[in-house]
């Protein structure tokens, strides 16, 4: 298996900073992951889901700052984020 037992690719945001959606790119499973978006404090801030057909995450309601996009498969990956 090329891509580990995970079935994920290295996973890259963009655009980063991002000012109201971005996508997150290496998702390869076609059942839906968990997700979760903290502030640097730790508070879970948004959740959702993601699969290869809907790989957007709309953050337009996040105040401005600095942010930790954790997808929560077999080993969680974590990327920070920029929200202008």
């Not at 298996?1 to 690719?9: A, I, P, V």
């Not at 996973?11 to 790119?25: K, Q």
């Not at 997700?35 to 105040?63: A, W």
């Not at 969680?76 to 920029?82: C, D, H, M, S, V």
């Amino acid at each position: 298996m090329e891509l580990g037992e995970s079935g994920m690719s290295p996973l890259n945001i963009y655009p980063n900073p991002t000012i109201n959606f971005f996508e997150v790119d290496g998702i390869q499973s076609e059942i839906p992951v968990g997700y979760v978006i903290q502030d640097l404090i730790g508070r879970t801030v948004f959740s959702g889901e993601l699969n290869q057909d809907n790989k957007s995450v709309n953050v337009s309601s996040l105040p401005s700052g600095v942010y930790v996009f954790t997808l929560l498969n077999k080993t969680p990956e974590k990327l920070k984020f920029i929200k202008r």
